[in-house]
């Protein structure tokens, strides 16, 4: 594919992205956000998905992470919705059920242009360190909306809110992948148009 790169740049955040659908371009994935448990995250779903990109955020942690969080979510969903362009030759659908440790999640997608997020997850602490676990909601959200695909992620069990949030990002790396991965069809729909 190609690189695709995408800036947001606001009064509360600054965020730079780019990124290679499928890492042809990149080796490795280079995310600094100021936020070390999202680009632990982050990294995970880079890894997982094969999705390989550069991220550089800054932010008014001094507010709080949640406008940081949202607009990273806003900007790799952007650079997300023109790496997948018309979304000819894709598979559409991926699911994916992922383990870590004590909890398991799935992630369900469908890069059908109809953005939706289903998000059944309760986190037993309210922080992993200092990040609040409701901001995982909220990057998911601002994703989903700019990509412009139906994501539905729910974990089954878990006692660990790190775990909990690692297997989703997995399951929706592979998830993810999955979409994304090529297909004979042009364009899996019945309607011919996504």
């Known amino acids: 594919m190609f690189l695709i790169k995408k800036e947001r740049v606001t009064q509360e955040t600054s965020v730079f992205i780019s990124l290679d659908l499928y890492g042809d371009y990149l080796e490795k994935s280079r995310i600094t956000t ?10 995970l779903f880079s890894f997982h998905s094969g ?6 955020a800054e932010g008014d942690f001094e507010v709080d992470f949640h406008h940081t969080v949202e607009d990273i979510g806003i900007t790799l969903g952007l650079a997300l919705k023109e790496a997948l362009g018309e979304r000819k030759g894709l598979s559409r659908y991926g699911e994916a059920t992922i383990p870590m440790e004590e909890a398991l999640s799935q992630a369900v997608i469908d890069l059908a242009k109809r953005p939706y997020l289903h998000f059944e997850v309760l986190f037993p602490t309210e922080k992993i360190g200092n990040f609040d676990t409701e901001l995982i909601e ?13 994501l ?29 991965s090529p297909t004979e069809k042009e364009i899996l729909s019945s309607k011919g148009i996504l």
Do not use: C, P, Q
């Open 34 to 43: 100021g936020i070390g448990f999202l680009d632990h995250m982050l990294e």
């Open 138 to 150: 909220e990057f998911f959200r601002a994703l989903v909306n700019n990509a412009l695909f139906t």
């Open 152 to 180: 539905h992620l729910r974990t089954f069990y878990g006692k660990n809110s790190h775990h909990i949030a690692e297997s989703l990002f997995k399951a929706f790396a592979y998830a993810f992948k999955r979409a994304i």
């Open 51 to 56: 999705v390989l990109f550069e991220l550089k």
